[in-house]
C-alpha cells in the first residue's frame, strides 16, 4: 500500500495508510513446549505430547485439537469398559457390596487388566511427565504420572509378597476420571480459542477473478495486487482492494465492530472478510491473502496470546511453585500417616490424593484462557491489542491525552477562508499552488484543499521534487517555483516577524510559502465527531482527567476544550514537543495513556504508558503503539479501557478462585479431617481438580465487551 509521505504539524491525526507489515500470518502454530505454565490455550496441554500440541489458532491446529478430544474419548471408554471387572475383582468394592467373586488366578487377572488401565489410559499423563523431566521442568504431568506410577507399581509389588491391600480400583477410578476430566475440560477451554478460528474462517476460500471480460474461479491465495475480482450480492469481499466499479453497503462488524453497514463506492477501499450488501462490486486487489487486514489482525492475536504480561508471569511463576508444594505435602503426607502408625496403603492414598488434588492445571490456565478469549473479542470490535501489558495496564490510567484531528475531530477538513500576504498573488493563485503541492496525499488537509481547489474550477498546476518536512508541512517545485504548505509553528520558527492574519472564527491555519517567503494561507474547518461529547463525560465518570495535545492554534484547541468539556488543552506543539509533555505529566504522577497517528505521534505513543494509535481500515502497523483502534471513535478508547479492566477482573478471579481451591482442598487431601471421618479417596480429588479448571474455563467465557 502505498505510504503517504505528507505530515503536518498542525494536524494530530494523519490518516495515512501505514505500510501493510511483512509478516505473513501461518495458520499452523510451531510446536511448543509442553508446560502447563505456557498454556495459550489448553491444545498446548501436556497431556497431549504425542499429538504435537499445536495451538488452535489456524485450521491445521483447530483439526489436531478435535483429534486430541477424541483420543481422550476414545481412550476414556476403553478404560471404562476394563474399571468395571477390576472394580469388581477388588476385594473392598466386594466387601462394600456384600459380593463373592474369586476364581483360581483372578488377581493375576486384576493385574493384567489394571496394567492396560496404566498403560493405555496413563500414557497421555505419562509421556506428559517423560516430556517434563526432559525439560527440567515439572509441571502438572509430573504430579499425575508420579502419583498413578507410585500407585502401580505399589499394588503389584502387594502381588508379589509386600504386605498391605492393592491399590488397583483407585488406580484404575483415578485414570478414568483424569481422562474424563481432560475430556471434558478440553472442550470447555476449546472454546476460549474458537472466536480466532472464526476469524480465520471469514476468509472466503475462493473468489471470482475478472480476466479479459470473463469471470473464473480462482482460490483466494492466489490473488496478486492489481487483479480485479468481482464481489456478488450477499458475499464475502475476497481481498483488500479498493472499488473499481459499483456501489454497495458492507457489513464490516465482524472485522471492526462497526454496527452500521458502510457505504463504499469506487475509489473507497474495502476489506477481504466483510460481507457485501445488494449490489455487485469489481475490486481492484491491493494486497494478496498473506498481508491483508485480515490476516495481519490474525497475527497480532496470536502474538498477543503468546506474549507475557505480568499477570501471566505471576501465575506461572506460582504454579511452579505449587508443583513443588504438591510433591513435598504428598511425600510428608506420606511420612506423617507412617509415623501414626497407618497402614502403607493407606498413607499411599493420601499422598496420591493429596498430589492429584494439588495439579497447578486451574493456576495455569487461569490467565491464558482470558488472554485467548479477550484478545479476540478485542479484535472483533476493532481493538486490536499488541501489547498484552499496556492492554492490562489500562485500568491504571489516570490521565488520557488526546491528540485532536480525526479522534475527537472528523477530520474531515473544508476551506473556509483563503487569503493573500503578496499581491502579486490572487488568493485564488494561493489555493491553486497548495492544491499543486498537495495533491499526491491522502492528508485530511490537503484532501481539504484539493477538493476546494476542484470545486472552484481552478487549473492546478504540476507539482515535482515534492519532499515532506516531517511534522511541518510539505513542500514541491511548481512552475519554477518552490512552494511550501507549512503549519503555523514552522512559520514561527522561521519567520521572527511572523505576517498578520486576520481570522475568520476558528479554524486550522496553513501557511503557503512561495520562494522561501510567506505569500498567503489557507484556514479550513473541522467538525467535532457526535461521540466526543458523551466519551469525554463517561472518561470523567472513570474518574480520567481529559488532555488534549495538538499542534494546532490556541484558538482552535481552547474551543474544542471547551466544547468538549476536557480539563485541559496543550497547543502548537511540534510531535517531539508531545514527548515532552507527556514527561511532564508522568512527572506529576499521572498514569498516562496518549491516543494519536501511528507516524507523526510515534515519539508520543512511545512515551506514553499506554500507547492507543488510532486509524482506520489497514491502519494496524502503528509499531510504537501498544494497543490499534481500527476505528477512529473515541468511543472505543472508553470501551478499550472499561475491557481492560473487566479482563483484568476476570484474571484475578481465575486466579483467586485456582489458589483458593488449593487452600482448602489440600489439607482435605491430606486429611486433616480423618479423625472426623471425612476423607477423600484419589479419584475424589481427580474430580475436584477437574471441576475447578472447568470453573475457570467457564469463568474465562463469560468476559464480555
Given at each position: 500500500?502505498?505510504?503517504?509521505?505528507?505530515?503536518?504539524?498542525?494536524?494530530?491525526?494523519?490518516?495515512?495508510?501505514?505500510?501493510?507489515?511483512d509478516?505473513?500470518?501461518?495458520?499452523?502454530?510451531?510446536?511448543?513446549?509442553?508446560?502447563?505454565?505456557?498454556?495459550?490455550?489448553?491444545?498446548?496441554?501436556?497431556?497431549?505430547?504425542?499429538?504435537?500440541?499445536?495451538?488452535?489458532?489456524?485450521?491445521?491446529?483447530?483439526?489436531?485439537?478435535?483429534?486430541?478430544?477424541?483420543?481422550?474419548?476414545k481412550?476414556?471408554?476403553?478404560?471404562?469398559?476394563?474399571?468395571?471387572?477390576?472394580?469388581?475383582?477388588s476385594?473392598?468394592?466386594?466387601?462394600?457390596?456384600?459380593?463373592?467373586?474369586?476364581?483360581?488366578?483372578?488377581?493375576?487377572?486384576?493385574t493384567?487388566?489394571?496394567?492396560?488401565?496404566?498403560?493405555?489410559?496413563?500414557?497421555?499423563?505419562?509421556?506428559?511427565?517423560?516430556?517434563?523431566?526432559?525439560?527440567?521442568?515439572?509441571?502438572?504431568?509430573?504430579?499425575?504420572?508420579?502419583?498413578?506410577?507410585?500407585?502401580?507399581i505399589?499394588?503389584?509389588?502387594?502381588?508379589?509378597?509386600?504386605?498391605?491391600?492393592?491399590?488397583?480400583?483407585?488406580?484404575?477410578t483415578?485414570?478414568?476420571?483424569?481422562?474424563?476430566?481432560?475430556?471434558?475440560?478440553?472442550?470447555?477451554?476449546?472454546?476460549?480459542?474458537?472466536?480466532?478460528?472464526?476469524?480465520?474462517?471469514?476468509?472466503?476460500?475462493?473468489?471470482?477473478?475478472?480476466?479479459?471480460?470473463?469471470?473464473?474461479?480462482?482460490?483466494?491465495?492466489?490473488?496478486?495486487?492489481?487483479?480485479?475480482?468481482?464481489?456478488?450480492?450477499?458475499?464475502?469481499?475476497?481481498?483488500?482492494?479498493?472499488?473499481?466499479?459499483?456501489?454497495?453497503?458492507?457489513?464490516?462488524?465482524?472485522?471492526?465492530?462497526?454496527?452500521?453497514?458502510?457505504?463504499?463506492?469506487?475509489?473507497?477501499?474495502?476489506?477481504?472478510?466483510?460481507?457485501?450488501?445488494?449490489?455487485?462490486?469489481?475490486?481492484?486487489?491491493?494486497?494478496?491473502?498473506?498481508?491483508?487486514?485480515?490476516?495481519?489482525?490474525?497475527?497480532?492475536?496470536?502474538?498477543?496470546?503468546?506474549?507475557?504480561?505480568?499477570?501471566?508471569?505471576?501465575?506461572?511463576?506460582?504454579?511452579?511453585?505449587?508443583?513443588?508444594?504438591?510433591?513435598?505435602?504428598?511425600?510428608?503426607?506420606?511420612?506423617?500417616?507412617?509415623?501414626?502408625?497407618?497402614?502403607?496403603?493407606?498413607?499411599?492414598?493420601?499422598?496420591?490424593?493429596?498430589?492429584?488434588?494439588?495439579?497447578?492445571?486451574?493456576?495455569?490456565?487461569?490467565?491464558?484462557?482470558?488472554?485467548?478469549?479477550s484478545?479476540?473479542?478485542?479484535?472483533?470490535?476493532?481493538?486490536?491489542?499488541?501489547?498484552?501489558?499496556?492492554?492490562?495496564?489500562?485500568?491504571?490510567?489516570?490521565t488520557?491525552?488526546?491528540?485532536k484531528?480525526?479522534?475527537?475531530?472528523?477530520?474531515?477538513?473544508?476551506?473556509?477562508?483563503?487569503?493573500?500576504?503578496?499581491?502579486?498573488?490572487?488568493?485564488?493563485?494561493?489555493?491553486?499552488?497548495?492544491?499543486?503541492?498537495?495533491?499526491?496525499?491522502?492528508?485530511?488537509?490537503?484532501?481539504?484543499?484539493?477538493?476546494?481547489?476542484?470545486?472552484?474550477?481552478?487549473q492546478?498546476?504540476?507539482?515535482?521534487?515534492?519532499?515532506?518536512?516531517?511534522?511541518?508541512?510539505?513542500?514541491?517545485?511548481?512552475?519554477?517555483?518552490?512552494?511550501?504548505v507549512?503549519?503555523?509553528?514552522?512559520?514561527?520558527?522561521?519567520?521572527?516577524?511572523?505576517?498578520?492574519?486576520?481570522?475568520?472564527?476558528?479554524?486550522?491555519?496553513?501557511?503557503?510559502?512561495?520562494?522561501?517567503?510567506?505569500?498567503?494561507y489557507?484556514?479550513?474547518?473541522?467538525?467535532?465527531?457526535?461521540?466526543?461529547?458523551?466519551?469525554?463525560?463517561?472518561?470523567?465518570?472513570?474518574?480520567?482527567?481529559?488532555?488534549?495535545?495538538?499542534?494546532?492554534?490556541?484558538?482552535?484547541?481552547?474551543?474544542?476544550?471547551?466544547?468538549?468539556?476536557?480539563?485541559s488543552?496543550?497547543?502548537?506543539?511540534?510531535?517531539?514537543?508531545?514527548?515532552e509533555?507527556?514527561?511532564?505529566?508522568?512527572?506529576?504522577?499521572?498514569?498516562?495513556?496518549?491516543?494519536?497517528?501511528?507516524?507523526?505521534?510515534?515519539?508520543?505513543?512511545?512515551?506514553?504508558?499506554?500507547?492507543?494509535?488510532?486509524?482506520?481500515?489497514?491502519?494496524?502497523?502503528?509499531?510504537?503503539?501498544?494497543?490499534?483502534?481500527?476505528?477512529?471513535?473515541?468511543?472505543?478508547?472508553?470501551?478499550?479501557?472499561?475491557?481492560?479492566?473487566?479482563?483484568?477482573?476476570?484474571?484475578?478471579?481465575?486466579?483467586?478462585?485456582?489458589?483458593?481451591?488449593?487452600?482448602?482442598?489440600?489439607?482435605?487431601?491430606?486429611?486433616?479431617?480423618?479423625?472426623?471421618?471425612?476423607?477423600?479417596?484419589?479419584?475424589?480429588?481427580?474430580?475436584?481438580?477437574t471441576v475447578?479448571?472447568?470453573?475457570?474455563?467457564?469463568?474465562?467465557?463469560?468476559?464480555?465487551?
Amino acid at each position: 500500500m502505498e505510504k503517504h509521505q505528507h505530515m503536518h504539524m498542525h494536524m494530530d491525526h494523519d490518516h495515512h495508510d501505514k505500510e501493510a507489515m511483512d509478516h505473513v500470518h501461518d495458520h499452523t502454530k510451531k510446536e511448543e513446549h509442553h508446560d502447563h505454565t505456557h498454556h495459550k490455550d489448553h491444545t498446548n496441554h501436556n497431556a497431549h505430547t504425542e499429538h504435537g500440541g499445536h495451538g488452535v489458532h489456524g485450521g491445521h491446529a483447530g483439526h489436531d485439537h478435535h483429534a486430541m478430544i477424541n483420543d481422550f474419548r476414545k481412550r476414556f471408554y476403553v478404560v471404562l469398559l476394563l474399571t468395571v471387572p477390576v472394580m469388581l475383582l477388588s476385594k473392598m468394592i466386594q466387601h462394600w457390596l456384600g459380593l463373592q467373586i474369586s476364581f483360581p488366578g483372578d488377581q493375576y487377572v486384576l493385574t493384567v487388566l489394571s496394567s492396560i488401565i496404566f498403560f493405555y489410559g496413563g500414557w497421555p499423563f505419562l509421556s506428559g511427565w517423560l516430556s517434563e523431566m526432559r525439560q527440567r521442568n515439572p509441571g502438572m504431568m509430573t504430579l499425575i504420572g508420579f502419583a498413578i506410577t507410585v500407585a502401580f507399581i505399589y499394588s503389584v509389588a502387594t502381588l508379589f509378597g509386600l504386605r498391605g491391600m492393592d491399590f488397583f480400583w483407585e488406580l484404575a477410578t483415578l485414570i478414568l476420571i483424569m481422562l474424563l476430566g481432560h475430556w471434558i475440560e478440553m472442550k470447555s477451554v476449546a472454546g476460549a480459542s474458537r472466536e480466532l478460528e472464526l476469524l480465520v474462517q471469514l476468509m472466503p476460500a475462493e473468489a471470482h477473478l475478472v480476466e479479459n471480460g470473463s469471470i473464473r474461479e480462482v482460490k483466494t491465495d492466489s490473488l496478486q495486487p492489481g487483479d480485479v475480482v468481482l464481489i456478488k450480492p450477499g458475499e464475502k469481499v475476497a481481498a483488500d482492494g479498493t472499488v473499481t466499479d459499483g456501489s454497495s453497503y458492507l457489513n464490516e462488524s465482524m472485522l471492526t465492530g462497526e454496527s452500521k453497514p458502510v457505504k463504499k463506492s469506487i475509489g473507497d477501499r474495502v476489506i477481504a472478510g466483510s460481507i457485501n450488501g445488494n449490489h455487485a462490486l469489481h475490486v481492484k486487489v491491493s494486497h494478496n491473502a498473506a498481508s491483508s487486514y485480515l490476516s495481519q489482525v490474525i497475527k497480532l492475536v496470536n502474538d498477543a496470546q503468546q506474549a507475557k504480561s505480568n499477570t501471566q508471569l505471576l501465575a506461572d511463576k506460582a504454579a511452579r511453585w505449587l508443583t513443588l508444594i504438591a510433591i513435598v505435602a504428598g511425600i510428608s503426607t506420606f511420612a506423617y500417616w507412617r509415623i501414626d502408625g497407618q497402614s502403607i496403603s493407606f498413607a499411599m492414598e493420601r499422598m496420591v490424593t493429596v498430589i492429584v488434588i494439588c495439579c497447578p492445571h486451574a493456576l495455569g490456565l487461569a490467565v491464558p484462557l482470558v488472554v485467548a478469549r479477550s484478545t479476540t473479542m478485542a479484535a472483533k470490535h476493532g481493538l486490536l491489542i499488541k501489547n498484552r501489558t499496556a492492554f492490562e495496564n489500562a485500568r491504571k490510567i489516570t490521565t488520557l491525552v488526546f491528540d485532536k484531528t480525526g479522534t475527537l475531530t472528523i477530520g474531515k477538513f473544508q476551506v473556509v477562508q483563503m487569503e493573500t500576504l503578496d499581491n502579486s498573488y490572487s488568493p485564488e493563485d494561493i489555493l491553486a499552488l497548495a492544491a499543486a503541492v498537495e495533491q499526491q496525499s491522502e492528508h485530511p488537509i490537503a484532501t481539504g484543499i484539493v477538493d476546494k481547489a476542484r470545486s472552484l474550477g481552478l487549473q492546478i498546476p504540476v507539482a515535482s521534487e515534492m519532499q515532506a518536512m516531517a511534522g511541518k508541512g510539505i513542500q514541491a517545485s511548481v512552475a519554477g517555483k518552490q512552494v511550501m504548505v507549512v503549519s503555523p509553528a514552522y512559520v514561527k520558527e522561521q519567520f521572527p516577524q511572523q505576517p498578520e492574519v486576520t481570522q475568520n472564527g476558528t479554524g486550522t491555519l496553513s501557511y503557503v510559502i512561495i520562494n522561501n517567503k510567506p505569500a498567503g494561507y489557507v484556514v479550513l474547518a473541522d467538525e467535532l465527531r457526535p461521540e466526543s461529547f458523551p466519551a469525554v463525560q463517561t472518561l470523567k465518570k472513570e474518574h480520567i482527567a481529559t488532555v488534549l495535545l495538538t499542534g494546532d492554534n490556541k484558538k482552535v484547541a481552547a474551543v474544542v476544550a471547551q466544547q468538549l468539556q476536557l480539563d485541559s488543552y496543550i497547543a502548537e506543539v511540534l510531535p517531539h514537543q508531545k514527548l515532552e509533555e507527556i514527561r511532564k505529566l508522568q512527572a506529576a504522577g499521572q498514569f498516562v495513556a496518549m491516543t494519536g497517528d501511528g507516524i507523526n505521534d510515534a515519539p508520543a505513543l512511545a512515551q506514553a504508558d499506554v500507547g492507543i494509535a488510532i486509524g482506520s481500515g489497514s491502519d494496524i502497523a502503528a509499531e510504537t503503539a501498544g494497543i490499534v483502534l481500527v476505528n477512529s471513535n473515541p468511543q472505543d478508547i472508553v470501551s478499550l479501557i472499561r475491557f481492560g479492566k473487566a479482563t483484568y477482573r476476570k484474571m484475578i478471579q481465575n486466579l483467586a478462585w485456582a489458589t483458593g481451591y488449593n487452600v482448602i482442598t489440600m489439607p482435605l487431601a491430606a486429611g486433616v479431617l480423618y479423625h472426623w471421618g471425612v476423607l477423600l479417596s484419589p479419584a475424589a480429588g481427580a474430580v475436584l481438580m477437574t471441576v475447578s479448571t472447568v470453573i475457570v474455563a467457564i469463568n474465562a467465557r463469560l468476559l464480555k465487551l
